[in-house]
Nanobody, 126 residues
Framework: QVQLVESGGGLVPAGGSLRLSCKSSLGTFNRYSVGWFRQAPGSEREFVAAFKWSDVSTHYSDSVKGRFTMSRDNAKTTMYLQMNSLKTEDTAVYYC???????????????????WGQGTQVTVSS
């Protein structure tokens, strides 16, 4: 069983920045595609960004494109989500997820991922 651990959440004023991290109990994300999702109270889990392992591509939701950047460290042990120009509507619990053999059209679908972290709270104040 793969365990994922997110960190880096917190309280930040609107316009500020945060960087979330996601580590795997496997010690590496090699051969795994990784997604970031978020869920606000009373809302469904929403796709934020994803890294597709097979072609090393990144994908973003329209709501965060140009503000959020997903990356990984050279050792492929940690995935990051750099969040800039944060807005109050970005407030949510953020989750990272991992799965294998995902195709592009599947990256935005939570049920396509096999493993999930416990989430980290991001609160953006006005």
């Amino acid at each position: 069983q793969v365990q994922l651990v997110e960190s880096g959440g917190g309280l930040v004023p609107a316009g500020g920045s945060l960087r979330l991290s996601c580590k795997s109990s496997l010690g590496t994300f090699n051969r795994y595609s990784v997604g970031w999702f978020r869920q606000a109270p009373g809302s469904e889990r929403e796709f934020v960004a994803a890294f597709k392992w097979s072609d090393v591509s990144t994908h973003y939701s329209d709501s965060v494109k140009g503000r959020f950047t997903m990356s990984r460290d050279n050792a492929k042990t940690t995935m990051y989500l750099q969040m800039n120009s944060l807005k109050t509507e970005d407030t949510a619990v953020y989750y990272c997820a991992a799965g294998q053999r995902l195709i592009t059209s599947s990256l935005r679908l939570p049920n396509q991922y096999d493993y999930w972290g416990q989430g980290t709270q991001v609160t953006v104040s006005s």
